[in-house]
């Protein structure tokens, strides 16, 4: 059983920040891939950023030069730091996981609960 909790939404105004972090509990070998994803009512799951086990990092274009993706390995947490915002921003943000177990060995995906990012004057 692993449990991804997600904190750090909120209200803010266009050009502002915010700091999403996602950290996961339970049963954890190993984590691999972090992501953030985000998503507005009607429309698909969108990928924002991403790093990989050896810490490369993917962004989408969209965000580019604005947020940036982190993570403390030990602590089993990664952030996302959100810079410059603006309306079209505005989603629900996931994190997700791809996490090692062991007894039995798996490999599977773990989405967090989702935290609301709002920006409007």
């Known amino acids: 059983q692993v449990q991804l909790v997600e904190s750090g939404g909120g209200l803010v105004q266009p050009g502002g920040s915010l700091r999403l972090s996602c950290a996961a509990s339970?049963?954890?070998?190993?984590?691999?891939?972090m992501g953030w994803y985000r998503q507005t009512p009607g429309k698909q799951r969108e990928l924002v950023s991403e790093?990989?086990?050896?810490?490369?990092?993917n962004l989408a274009d969209s965000v580019k030069g604005r947020f940036t993706i982190s993570r403390d390995i030990a602590k089993n947490t990664v952030y996302l730091q959100m810079n410059s915002l603006k309306p079209e921003d505005t989603a629900v943000y996931y994190c997700?996981?791809?996490?090692?177990?062991?007894?039995?060995?798996?490999?599977?995906?773990?989405w967090g609960q989702g935290t609301q990012v709002t920006v409007s004057s």
């Open positions: 790093i990989t086990s050896i810490g490369s990092t």
């Open positions: 339970g049963s954890i070998f190993s984590i691999d891939t």
């Open positions: 997700r996981f791809v996490v090692v177990t062991r007894r039995p060995v798996t490999v599977s995906a773990y």
